[in-house]
């Protein structure tokens, strides 16, 4: 999915110029007043990227990634993506849905994937064995990138979407907010990070 990684920075600094839309005070304990964070607590330590469209250093936008063997295999990534434009290549987290179709999806079909409630965890396979699901992309502040979908989940990890909102801002079709735990691995599976008390609010959705 990096291969995508500079069309989805256009994106963010194309919403990053668009109207700020009211945050949240104290969500879930979290103590944000921001509208779009990712908050963790990554092997221990707390990771907290925040950002509004107005001022925040961090941006946050809509990512849509795919992979496809046309006509008939196409894995679709829904999401979203919070980073650092100062230092694009590191601090930044990508969050997404994850289905296979056997056919390229129209707009109604994507926008259906999105719904409240609980995800396993996705693993994308561009065939009928892509198991749907949930897919955390984590890029740490040395710059290396940590994948769920590399990752052996546990019986503790878990993703719930406990928020879906229309964006009246018409920067996204949808605001979302997710909880998660789960373990991330490195790209060649060497190392794994414990991700848990996760918290996402972002941008998702075509508008």
């Known amino acids: 999915k990096l291969t995508f990684f500079s069309i989805l920075f256009f994106a963010v600094l194309l919403s990053s110029c668009q109207k700020e839309i009211s945050g949240e005070a104290n969500n879930n304990g979290k103590n944000t007043t921001y509208p779009y964070y990712f908050i963790a607590t990554i092997n221990g330590k707390p990771v907290k990227f925040e950002a509004d469209d107005n001022s925040s ?16 295999d196409y894995d679709i990534y829904e999401g979203t993506v919070l980073f650092d434009p100062l230092e694009p290549t590191k601090n930044s987290a990508w969050v997404h849905i994850l289905k296979y179709f056997d056919h390229e999806p129209n707009l109604t079909e994507r926008n259906n994937m999105i719904k409240l409630g609980d995800y396993p965890y996705g693993l994308s396979d561009v065939s009928s ?9 984590y890029i740490d502040e040395n710059g290396v990138t940590w994948f769920s979908e590399t990752a052996l989940q546990s019986s503790t990890s878990n993703f719930k979407i406990i928020e879906l909102i229309d964006n009246i801002d018409g920067t996204s079709g949808k605001i979302f907010k997710a909880t998660f735990n789960c373990t991330l691995n490195n790209s060649d599976g060497s190392k794994s990070i414990l991700v848990t008390n996760g918290i996402i609010r972002g941008k998702i959705l075509t508008p």
């Not at 064995?129 to 992309?137: L, V, Y």
Request: glycine share 12%; hydrophobic share 20%; aromatic share 4%.
């Open 129 to 137: 064995s892509t198991i749907n699901g949930a897919s955390i992309d």
């Open 57 to 72: 250093r961090y941006g946050c936008g809509t990512s849509q990634p795919s992979s496809e063997i046309a006509p008939s």
